[in-house]
């Protein structure tokens, strides 16, 4: 193999494992999803969480989430976060969300929201037993803009 493609998949694969902001989001999930406090989501943590968190998300209560509602996240995650990462954080989780809209309507409804809440979980579940590491969540947006 030429070294100069062999540097670019290396290079690739390094920015791919690195998304910045991805481990505050791991973070912002643990704190916001682990009733228990064991440090894991478990798959009945996850499913509360996903539920609860739309309510969170959908500010006007109109039965979806718009960008609007997500960019109304930054100044609570920030005070978490501090401000880079709550930008960061912010950004991730507009694109996340946001990519959930199968009919291009520029919102995201319940049905949207919560149809890929499994094969996610499933995706994440590096070890396959069962329950999120803070590690494996850091790996969120990483899975979701790849196949």
């Known amino acids: 193999m030429k070294p100069i493609l062999l540097a670019l998949i290396l290079l690739s694969s390094s920015l791919h494992a690195a998304i910045p902001g991805a481990e505050a989001l791991g973070k912002l999930i ?17 499913q509360s969480g996903i539920g609860n968190s739309f309510e969170k998300l959908d500010t006007n209560q109109d039965g979806t989430i718009k960008g609007k509602e997500i960019d109304g996240l930054s100044e609570d995650i920030a005070k978490e976060s501090g401000s880079i990462a709550g930008t960061l954080v912010v950004v991730l989780i507009k694109q996340l ?51």
């Not at 643990?30 to 996850?46: C, K, P, R, V, Y």
């Open 30 to 46: 643990t704190s916001q999803f682990d009733t228990n406090s064991d440090a894991l989501i478990d798959q009945g943590e996850w």
């Open 97 to 147: 969300i946001m990519s959930l809209d199968s009919d291009s309507d520029k919102a995201v409804s319940r049905a949207e929201y919560d149809k890929p809440t499994q094969s996610i979980f499933t995706k994440l579940d590096a070890d396959k037993n069962a329950s999120l590491t803070l590690a494996e969540l850091s790996e969120l947006p990483s899975h979701l803009v790849t196949p």
